[in-house]
């Protein structure tokens, strides 16, 4: 029971701690983006860099830039086979994220709006807003200032009445450069 | 600065929710195999009847179409003419048959949607994806109107300048329709 007790402790005030602490951090990642009912691109790979700030406690600001470049899409045509060109998409805006759990490892689910360019030959590049919406899961080592986050998100490019979407896969490498309790 | 912070979450979800029925939306390859075609001024001109709602791809979405993201007539033109020949395609709705020249490009006929492209005296050219689309241009837009309402109709292969004639080989018509409820 004591045991019970002490961890329970401890891990409340890590809580705490990782609450209300303020810090700026720069994570690098990569992963991958898979489009959302989309028959004229493939999958394709996708890197970027964030900045997560936290100034209040349970909540951080993180500016980001994305970029993500599609597979093309080969169809089958009696004229031969033929290619979609992928294209890419790149994407830059503010996440906000909810932030819980410890310095070691935390649970932040975040939205966020930007704005994306969508280049797709050869139709060309679209700018429009952006939305983000994911999970994701953050395991640190305090004292390195280092951390590793995986997450999955949904990313929907609004176009008028339409939208593309879009399914994010990444893990990411942080590093807290200032970090106050 | 809490209540500020919640005010940002509040909007990020709000612009979200108003994105409303974009959210439910796609891009959806339709393919129609419009196959060979031999064309000669001398005579009434002979079309490419495009039937879309034969494809499940445009039936399942022909009330929600928005937007057509691409579009791409693919094939061969061979020139079996002694002179070289400037093609366009002129657009007429529905199963129109064979026309006279005259009336195919007069401006109460057909509306031209795609070209031009230079074909001399004994060559082919191929139609790949890249090139035909870049060749619709503004012509999507009146591709998109009928597309909208019931997708029937029918493009003449033609040249500015007569006597002309040239065969069409292997023909495909593929659009990539933007739907969303």
């Keep these: ?181 | 600065m809490k209540k500020r912070t919640r005010g940002i979450l509040a909007g990020i979800a709000l612009a979200t929710l108003t994105a409303g029925c974009v959210l439910v939306s796609g891009q959806f390859l339709v393919q129609v195999e419009l196959g060979d075609l031999s064309v000669n001024s001398a005579a009434a001109v002979q079309g490419l009847y495009v039937d879309l709602p034969s494809k499940s791809a445009y039936r399942d979405h022909k009330n929600d179409i928005k937007t057509l993201e691409d579009v791409a007539l693919l094939g061969s033109v061979h020139n079996t003419g002694t002179s070289s020949v400037t093609v366009s395609v002129y657009l007429i709705d529905g199963n129109s048959g064979p026309l006279p020249l005259a009336t195919i490009i007069s401006p109460s006929g057909g509306k031209q949607v795609w070209g031009p492209l230079t074909v001399a005296a004994g060559a082919t050219e191929v139609l790949d994806w890249d090139r035909s689309s870049k060749l619709f241009g503004s012509g999507k837009s009146v591709l998109l109107d009928e597309i909208k309402q019931g997708g029937q109709f029918t493009l003449y292969l033609v040249s500015s300048t007569t006597p002309f004639e040239f065969e069409i080989k292997d023909a495909v018509f593929v659009a990539v329709i933007g739907a969303a409820k």
Excluded: C
Excluded at chain 1, 103 to 118: K, W
């Design chain 1, 1 to 181: 029971m004591k045991k019970i007790l002490v961890f329970t402790s401890l891990g409340l005030a890590l809580s705490a701690q990782a609450a209300g602490a303020v810090g700026i951090g720069l994570e690098a990642f990569g992963g991958v983006s898979y489009p959302v009912v989309q028959d004229d691109r493939e999958q394709g790979g996708m890197w970027g860099i964030r900045a997560p700030v936290n100034l209040v406690p349970l909540i951080a600001l993180e500016p980001y830039y994305a970029r993500a470049n599609y597979g093309d899409k080969t169809i089958d045509t009696i004229a031969g086979s033929q290619t979609l060109e992928g294209g890419y998409v790149s994407s830059w805006g503010l996440n906000v994220i909810l932030t819980s759990g410890t310095p070691v490892f935390r649970i932040f689910p975040y939205l966020g709006v930007g704005s994306s360019t969508d280049d797709h030959p050869p139709t060309g590049d679209v700018t429009k807003t952006v939305y983000n919406l994911g999970l994701g899961v953050g395991f640190g080592l305090p004292v390195v200032k280092l951390g590793v986050n995986v997450r999955a998100e949904g990313q929907m490019i609004v176009n008028g009445d339409t939208s593309r979407k879009f399914g994010n896969l990444t893990a990411g490498l942080s590093y807290t450069f200032l970090s106050l309790p």
